[in-house]
């Protein structure tokens, strides 16, 4: 195996020196790409010692010595020979850079060429980590496929306390390890997964919903793909991206496009918080304003995962619940009534809430009420790990 490191130019680049010894004692094979702004905090003589690899900063510096590359492509040829392309750390200019799609450095044109998965390790002072353009820029790459490894919260260089350092060399070391290991292992396999909310008209210009982003359900979607499968998504209305995504609006029209494109799925994960209730009618015209005490009379919509859980037929099935409260209990419940193999369940409510948010803490259990508890991680993150239990089934 091996990878691409990229560092840029910030003060935990010293510890990718660290980085790059505990990835060849897992006999992964590690070329260097530095910064400018890196070769400030470490010198590259460093990195071609510890990796015995040509260290690459220069774009235009030509056929080189020590490459493994004959001509000017290096950039190129490079970044299809390599299995992952890890940037840690990663500065708020490189991640603005990198998010942008600039191509200005030798990293930030290797990162456009890339067709390996991404991983982004940021490192940061902490009012630098919250500005929001650093986190709009994180968004950016997450939306692209990007996986991030958060920073951890602790005492920074600048003598700050908050989130923005780096995150353990020991967590960056296995997360890339557990994706190299698990890199194609959805190759040959349909995933089919839903997201987001639903909508039910109240009349023509009004409607109910839910606080449902769909950012769990994409997350999934993006994991998916990069492990190989092949994805069909399915989205009530949300703001993000997705090749692949049959755009839904009612529950009804979910269920429909979940049916049609169901027979030939391996595994179904419905990340998706369709309304169970929409109004008994729909009003032809607007609801005047002076209409006192409106009731909206609303009946149940067809349970899509209940639907699913009767024709099983040796798929995978993986519900949700968001709950407010007793979540094990009314969790582990809808898991046997629905004949789901998985449930993952969040919290929706509280500071812990799922909902709209970029974080995700939640509790898996299988079908032998086996509980698997998952801190509070990105929802990339969370999506992996319900894709590793989705691939133990497989098997
Ligand atoms: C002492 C020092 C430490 C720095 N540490 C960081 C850091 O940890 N994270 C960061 O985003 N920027 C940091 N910076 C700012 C970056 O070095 C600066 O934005 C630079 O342009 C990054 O260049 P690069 O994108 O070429 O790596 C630091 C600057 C100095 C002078």
Redesign the pocket.
């Known amino acids: 195996m091996k990878i691409a490191l990229g560092v840029?130019?910030?003060?935990?680049c010293y510890k990718s020196a660290e980085i790059v010894r505990r990835l060849q004692d897992r006999a992964v094979d590690v070329v260097v790409l530095m910064?400018?702004?890196?070769t400030q905090f470490v010198t590259p003589l460093t990195f071609r010692a510890l990796s015995g690899n040509k260290v690459y900063l220069d774009l235009f510096e030509g056929p080189s010595s020590g490459s493994d590359f004959e001509g000017a492509f290096d950039h190129i040829l490079l970044a299809q020979s390599i299995h992952l392309f890890l940037i840690a750390?990663a500065?708020?200019?490189?991640i603005a850079?990198l998010a942008a799609g600039l191509a200005d450095d030798f990293l930030t044109t290797f990162h456009l060429a890339v067709a390996a998965p991404v991983v982004v390790a940021p490192?940061?002072?902490t009012r630098?980590w919250e500005h929001a353009s650093v986190q709009e820029n994180l968004k950016t790459l997450v939306g692209r496929g990007v996986r991030i490894i958060d920073p951890e919260v602790g005492q920074m260089a600048c003598r700050t306390y908050g989130p923005g350092r780096l995150a353990p060399v020991e967590e960056i070391v296995d997360y890339v390890m557990a994706l190299l290991q698990r890199s194609r292992d959805l190759e040959g396999r349909k995933v089919l997964v839903t997201a987001g909310p639903t909508i039910e008209d109240i009349d023509p210009v009004r409607y109910i919903s839910n606080r449902s982003s769909g950012k769990m359900g994409f997350a999934i979607a993006h994991a998916a793909r990069n492990r190989g499968a092949q994805v069909v998504l399915v989205s009530g209305p949300t703001e993000l991206d997705f090749p692949n995504t049959i755009r839904v609006r009612t529950t009804d029209e979910m269920r429909r496009a979940v049916l049609q494109n169901v027979a030939d799925a391996d595994a179904v994960i419905k990340a998706a918080a369709p309304l169970d209730f929409r109004p008994k009618s729909v009003a032809a015209q607007k609801i005047k304003k002076k209409t006192a005490n409106l009731v909206l009379d609303l009946e149940p919509t067809v349970d899509i995962l209940k639907e699913l859980g009767g024709h099983k037929n040796g798929k995978v099935l993986v519900g949700f619940a968001a709950e407010t409260e007793n979540h094990l209990k009314h969790g582990l419940e809808k898991l046997k009534a629905k004949n789901l193999d998985l449930i993952v369940i969040n919290s929706a409510s509280g500071p812990d809430s799922a909902f709209d948010s970029d974080m995700n803490h939640a509790t898996i259990i299988d079908k032998s009420g086996k509980t698997e508890e998952i801190p509070s991680v990105s929802k990339e993150i969370m999506a992996d790990k319900i894709l590793d239990r989705v691939v133990q089934l497989l098997k």
């Open positions: 840029s130019g910030g003060i935990a910064t400018k702004g890196a750390p500065t708020a200019d490189c850079r490192a940061m002072n630098m």
